[in-house]
């Protein structure tokens, strides 16, 4: 609950510094869509590389549950089955046609 309070207020002050200097007259003249697509895309990259990059995962996330030893070397998998070919009937064409028959069953 705390990140997402403090994610708000970040972009709600973000949002709004942007409005104040968007009404300046220096600051409107200059075009500012590349510099912040790339700022959001490294920043993208760095959230999603957090644990690689600082040896640490995210304060309060789940870590993933390691595989029991016991139950990957005890049990062996299933052997594959294999089906026997399933005999399909020809039906017949009229044509070159995209149409088919629907027949009833008795």
Known sequence: MKLWLVCFLLLFCVAETAQWLGQLAWFNSVERSLPLTIAGGVGLAIASNYATIFGRSWPGAIAPKPAS?????????PSPTVA???KTTQTSRKGDTISFEIKKSK
């Open 84 to 86: 026997a070919p399933v």
């Open 69 to 77: 030893p016991l139950l990957s070397s005890a049990v062996p998998p």
